[in-house]
Each structure stands twice: as structure tokens, then as C-alpha cells.
């Protein structure tokens, strides 16, 4: 089949970016939907929001797109993906009842059960009322409380003791998004160990697994504050050698697709595995049914070969015939720079200074999540601004090449963590094969 020419990609944020920023390098012609000011520059905007389905289904059949790739959850879980198969347009991305693995948390317990994936114990509960009176009533020790749908990343509370769980309880009662996702309770064991993340690309019978990273989910510097969309992340993560990851493969990814399938809910797109790596192996603690944000700008820096290929395989269930995709050597890091006030309520139109001599940065680039034109350049459009991405040939470097170029970006209330890709840095000085990576790590600022 001739590779697509032309590509929409859905979505606005620094995923997006990165996705149309890849495809544009691999030869395609971008069209992003509704984008950020970002995306205008190596792409054509279009000024369509994602959740429009018919909107973007009727654009996509008169501007004759190719391949259409998903970005975010929201419209996967609405169904964008039946509606385009149904009009018979190609797209990237799983189905609605598929996209509940991510939508649903109750449903991503289902299919583990069925699969035997490695995961914590739980009880769920559809009443609040109902989740109170279990920790009461139950030994008090350390929970994680989760509601069911989507939360934008927020909708996932570690508790240390009972008070935190009623704590966390109250909070998703309060919050109307929070709220509106929470049709079910999860109350989990809490896991201890290593965070991070794998993610697959799968056409529903071939799976292609991609390189791990570490997310940093809290606000503040030492994992403190509360949850965010996601403040950095890193690839690849350390923790996790050849064995490891294959162990991963064999006994979550691939148990996880064939449960899919045996449910009759195959799944077509990323699958991506929150992990925590525990005295007992890996463990999930949940999954995403599409790219990571900012994982995908971490991971995508790192990809010398085609992403295109890979995407258009997928959406045609012929991901057995192409070639495994090549890796960059040497690591990534992406630096999220945000509004002061996120995650909650931020100001908008803050004009950005500094972003051409940020993109002059040795290996960096930076990939815009909440931006758009304003009078006379680039202003703030929400919570998660940029995520500052570079590369290096270790760890370390990538990290000094990251925050070198963050230095460079200027609006008023702008602010960042100091210290992503810092416990990869930690381990790789704890392990005996680290290479020059420690010596390079007081290069990089604190």
C-alpha cells in the first residue's frame, strides 16, 4: 500500500505537537486539529475542536486525508474512531468500547482479571456512601482511591492512612470533574516501588513494544503537591533492562491484547502500561488507551525511523510487515514549563518570550501544549504551556540540554520541576555499568 501523503492529527496539546512534528519529518503532509500555535508552524491548523466527531469526519472526507491519528482520550472514548471506520476513513486509534481499558478503571480490572496480569487487589464500589463505610470499617493502612472515568489525570488519589482516603473521597465528591468521572470507586492496596511506563503499539495481534520512561505526575519538586497531567518525563527509564521489558511483554502486554480479544473488544492503537515495579515483579497500576503527554515528547525525540510506517500499518492490521522502529541512541528529557496556578485555575493570554533561542538549544526542541497567536507573537492558553524536550547522549546531558533551553523561555508566572529524570540519574550512579552519565550529572542544574 502507498504510505499516506496526507494526515490529520486530532488534538492541541504537546503530544500533538510532537506526533504532527514527527510525521511532518517523515514525509507527510500535517493538518492538525484544532492545534496550537506550535503546530501552525510546521502544519496547517484547522479550527475544528477534537471532540467534534462529525465535524472532523466530514473535514477529513472532503480535504480526501489519508490517515487520521488520535491524540487524546477524550474523542477515543466518544467514539471518533467507529464514526470514521463507519464512514470508511482510515484512523489510528482504538475503538469506544476498546478506549474503556483508559475510560473506565473498572473495566481495565475486568480485563486483567481475565488476562492474569499482575495488579493490585481492589474493591469497587458504585456508591460513595458505600466506599465510606468499607474504610471505616476496614484495618486503617495505606489505599489508593480512584474514580472511575476520565479525570484528565486527576483523578487518582495515593492515601497514606484512612483519614487521606475520606479525605480523597470528599475531594472527587467536591470537584464536579472529578465528580462526573467517578460513576464508580476504586479503593486499591497501595503498591510500593518504581513508577513507570511502557507503551505498544498493536494492531490487535502484533504488538510493538517501545522504550520505558518515568512520568513525574506531581506538581512539585520530590514528587510533592498535588497530581498534574504531568509536570516531565524521560526516556528511557533505567529501572527497566532487555529482560525486564521482555518480561513486561510477555506477561502484561500481550495477556492484556489477547483478553481484549477474547472479549471481543480487540484492541487497535497505543496501549500504554502504568507500572510499578515491586518486589514481586511489575505490576499495573493502570492503562491508557493512546500516547502519554509529555511521554509521547520524550519518546518521539528519540525515534530515527518512521512513525508514519508504524501508524499506518496499524490502522490496516499489517504491523507484522514492517521493520522494528530504530531508536536514537543516548536518552531524552522533556521539561514541562506551566501557568502559575496550575493545576488549578491559571491566566491565559501571558505573552512567551525566548522561544527562538530556546529552539537554538544544541538537540532541543520545544513542543507547544497550550499556546496560541496573540498580538504580536505567542501567548499562554492554559495550564501545561510547553514541554521543552532535548536529547544527549546520556541521560544526564539530555537533562542539561532540557533545562538549558528552558532558561531561554520567559512569561510572567512561568514556572517548571527542577528535577526531572533525577531518580534515573540516582540509579544510574547506584549501578555499577553506568557510564559517563554520572560525571555529567553536575553539569545539570539542580
Same mark, same amino acid.
Given at each position: 500500500?502507498?504510505?499516506?501523503?496526507?494526515?490529520?492529527?486530532?488534538?492541541?496539546?504537546?503530544?500533538?505537537?510532537?506526533?504532527?512534528?514527527?510525521?511532518?519529518?517523515?514525509?507527510?503532509?500535517?493538518?492538525?486539529?484544532?492545534?496550537?500555535?506550535?503546530?501552525?508552524?510546521?502544519?496547517?491548523?484547522?479550527?475544528?475542536? +477534537?471532540?467534534?466527531?462529525?465535524?472532523?469526519?466530514?473535514?477529513?472526507?472532503?480535504?480526501?486525508?489519508?490517515?487520521?491519528?488520535?491524540?487524546?482520550?477524550?474523542?477515543?472514548?466518544?467514539?471518533?474512531?467507529?464514526?470514521?471506520?463507519?464512514?470508511?476513513? @482510515?484512523?489510528?486509534?482504538?475503538?469506544? @468500547?476498546?478506549?474503556?481499558?483508559?475510560?473506565?478503571?473498572?473495566?481495565?480490572?475486568?480485563?486483567?482479571?481475565?488476562?492474569?496480569?499482575?495488579?493490585?487487589?481492589?474493591?469497587?464500589?458504585?456508591?460513595?456512601?458505600?466506599?465510606?463505610?468499607?474504610?471505616?470499617? @476496614?484495618?486503617? &493502612?495505606?489505599?489508593?482511591? /480512584?474514580?472511575?472515568?476520565?479525570?484528565?489525570?486527576?483523578?487518582?488519589?495515593?492515601?497514606?492512612?484512612?483519614?487521606?482516603?475520606?479525605?480523597?473521597?470528599?475531594?472527587?465528591?467536591?470537584?464536579?470533574?472529578? $465528580?462526573?468521572?467517578?460513576?464508580?470507586?476504586?479503593?486499591?492496596?497501595?503498591?510500593?516501588?518504581?513508577?513507570?511506563?511502557?507503551? +505498544?503499539?498493536?494492531?490487535?495481534?502484533?504488538?510493538?513494544?517501545?522504550?520505558?520512561?518515568?512520568?513525574?505526575?506531581?506538581?512539585?519538586? #520530590?514528587?510533592?503537591?498535588?497530581?498534574?497531567?504531568?509536570?516531565?518525563?524521560?526516556?528511557? +527509564?533505567?529501572?527497566?533492562?532487555?529482560? &525486564?521489558?521482555?518480561?513486561?511483554?510477555?506477561?502484561?502486554?500481550?495477556?492484556?491484547?489477547?483478553?481484549?480479544?477474547?472479549? /471481543?473488544?480487540?484492541?487497535?492503537?497505543?496501549?500504554?502500561?502504568?507500572?510499578?515495579?515491586?518486589?514481586?515483579?511489575?505490576?499495573?497500576?493502570?492503562?491508557?488507551?493512546?500516547?502519554?503527554?509529555?511521554?509521547?515528547?520524550?519518546?518521539?525525540?528519540?525515534?530515527?525511523?518512521?512513525?508514519?510506517?508504524?501508524?499506518?500499518?496499524?490502522?490496516?492490521?499489517?504491523?507484522?510487515?514492517?521493520?522494528?522502529?530504530?531508536?536514537?541512541?543516548? +536518552?531524552?528529557?522533556?521539561?514541562? &514549563?506551566?501557568?502559575?496556578?496550575?493545576?488549578?485555575?491559571?491566566?491565559?493570554? @501571558?505573552?512567551?518570550?525566548?522561544?527562538?533561542?530556546?529552539?537554538?538549544?544544541?538537540?532541543?526542541?520545544?513542543?507547544?501544549?497550550?499556546?496560541?497567536?496573540?498580538?504580536?507573537?505567542?501567548?499562554?492558553?492554559?495550564?501545561?504551556?510547553?514541554?521543552?524536550?532535548?536529547?544527549?547522549?546520556?541521560?544526564?546531558?539530555?537533562?542539561?540540554? $532540557?533545562?538549558?533551553?528552558? /532558561?531561554?523561555?520567559?512569561?510572567?508566572?512561568?514556572?517548571?520541576? /527542577?528535577?526531572?529524570?533525577?531518580? #534515573?540519574?540516582?540509579?544510574?550512579?547506584?549501578?555499577?555499568?553506568?557510564?559517563?552519565?554520572?560525571?555529567?550529572?553536575?553539569?545539570?542544574?539542580?
Amino acid at each position: 500500500m502507498t504510505t499516506p501523503r496526507r494526515v490529520l492529527v486530532v488534538g492541541g496539546g504537546g503530544r500533538e505537537h510532537a506526533i504532527a512534528w514527527k510525521l511532518a519529518k517523515d514525509g507527510a503532509e500535517v493538518l492538525v486539529a484544532p492545534g496550537n500555535a506550535g503546530t501552525a508552524a510546521i502544519a496547517e491548523n484547522v479550527p475544528l475542536a +477534537a471532540t467534534d466527531v462529525p465535524a472532523l469526519v466530514e473535514f477529513a472526507r472532503r480535504r480526501e486525508v489519508d490517515l487520521t491519528v488520535v491524540g487524546p482520550e477524550a474523542p477515543l472514548v466518544a467514539g471518533i474512531v467507529d464514526a470514521f471506520q463507519n464512514a470508511g476513513l @482510515r484512523i489510528f486509534g482504538p475503538t469506544a @468500547r476498546a478506549a474503556q481499558i483508559e475510560g473506565s478503571k473498572l473495566f481495565c480490572k475486568q480485563i486483567l482479571h481475565r488476562g492474569d496480569v499482575p495488579t493490585a487487589m481492589f474493591r469497587e464500589f458504585r456508591a460513595m456512601a458505600r466506599a465510606r463505610e468499607y474504610l471505616e470499617a @476496614r484495618e486503617d &493502612m495505606p489505599v489508593v482511591i /480512584k474514580a472511575d472515568g476520565l479525570a484528565a489525570g486527576k483523578g487518582v488519589f495515593v492515601c497514606a492512612d484512612r483519614a487521606a482516603a475520606l479525605e480523597a473521597l470528599a475531594a472527587i465528591s467536591a470537584d464536579p470533574q472529578l $465528580a462526573a468521572a467517578s460513576g464508580g470507586i476504586l479503593v486499591e492496596e497501595r503498591l510500593d516501588g518504581v513508577e513507570v511506563s511502557v507503551m +505498544a503499539i498493536t494492531d490487535g495481534r502484533t504488538i510493538v513494544t517501545l522504550p520505558p520512561l518515568q512520568d513525574h505526575k506531581a506538581a512539585h519538586d #520530590g514528587d510533592q503537591g498535588p497530581n498534574t497531567g504531568g509536570m516531565g518525563a524521560y526516556c528511557p +527509564a533505567p529501572f527497566v533492562d532487555a529482560d &525486564m521489558l521482555a518480561d513486561i511483554e510477555a506477561r502484561i502486554l500481550v495477556p492484556t491484547v489477547h483478553a481484549m480479544r477474547r472479549a /471481543k473488544v480487540p484492541f487497535q492503537g497505543v496501549l500504554y502500561a502504568g507500572l510499578m515495579l515491586t518486589a514481586q515483579g511489575p505490576k499495573v497500576l493502570e492503562f491508557n488507551a493512546r500516547f502519554g503527554d509529555p511521554e509521547c515528547e520524550a519518546l518521539l525525540a528519540r525515534l530515527d525511523s518512521s512513525l508514519l510506517d508504524l501508524l499506518d500499518a496499524t490502522a490496516d492490521r499489517r504491523l507484522d510487515e514492517v521493520q522494528p522502529p530504530i531508536w536514537r541512541n543516548g +536518552a531524552s528529557v522533556t521539561v514541562v &514549563m506551566a501557568s502559575a496556578g496550575y493545576p488549578g485555575s491559571v491566566e491565559k493570554g @501571558r505573552p512567551i518570550r525566548g522561544l527562538d533561542a530556546a529552539a537554538r538549544v544544541t538537540d532541543a526542541q520545544v513542543f507547544h501544549a497550550a499556546t496560541r497567536a496573540g498580538d504580536g507573537g505567542v501567548v499562554t492558553d492554559g495550564g501545561r504551556v510547553l514541554a521543552v524536550t532535548a536529547t544527549g547522549a546520556s541521560l544526564a546531558r539530555a537533562k542539561l540540554q $532540557a533545562y538549558t533551553a528552558v /532558561k531561554e523561555i520567559r512569561w510572567p508566572g512561568a514556572w517548571c520541576r /527542577k528535577d526531572i529524570s533525577d531518580k #534515573g540519574l540516582r540509579h544510574e550512579r547506584e549501578t555499577p555499568a553506568a557510564d559517563d552519565a554520572s560525571t555529567l550529572a553536575a553539569e545539570a542544574p539542580p
